[in-house]
């Protein structure tokens, strides 16, 4: 590893604990006001009519997409959840009839008897995000893994769901790492140019 790559994640680590920090000092009511407040936001997402959206299931003091998921199928689009698997994470649907079971890292999903699919949008958890649209995730690379095989099948939307204390002035980003397209907060949606 170089001295630049070795730099990067060590910077991406102190950014990612001060970050978290912030999170971790939202009040409860206020964090759940937040995740609420993401449902009025929907449709400022303007995905494709029908398109296939992976959420997650909270852990910790994330923000919470589980009501803004609830609107999307609301709007005629199909869900999935993460599931942690070998080489990459896959993508079970969930319906209201779904059966979840315990997923690694405090997370539920849906069992293997649920359909895996293809998400054509990423609702992604991080820790730490910037105004170029790069961000920090937990430092397991889950996500990086997924990306990259999901956009060798196919267009994908990468959008970060986070507080606004989150932000940071700058990710210092590495080649692997994919810009997202959005970021949802409680005070609204930002796209980012390409």
Known sequence: MSAVTTDKAAQKAALRKEALSRRGAI????RIEASLSLVTQAELLNLPLGAVVAGY???RDELDPRPL?????ELGHRL??????????LFREFGTETDFEPAGFGTMAPGPQAPEIRPDVLLM?????DGAGNRIGYGKGHYDTAIAALE??????????????????????????????GILTESGFRRFPK
Do not use: N, Y
Not at 125 to 129: D, G, I, R, T, V
Not at 154 to 171: H, K, M, N, R, S
């Open 80 to 89: 999935c959840l993460p599931v942690v698997a070998k080489p990459h994470l």
């Open 57 to 59: 299931w909270p852990i």
């Open 27 to 30: 009040s409860p009511i206020d």
């Open 152 to 181: 060798g099948t196919g267009p994908l939307a990468l959008i970060g769901l986070a507080f606004d204390v989150q932000a940071v002035e700058e990710v210092p980003a590495e080649a692997h790492d994919k810009p997202m397209d």
């Open 69 to 73: 998921l609830h609107r999307l199928r």
């Open 125 to 129: 958890p991080l820790s730490a995000f």
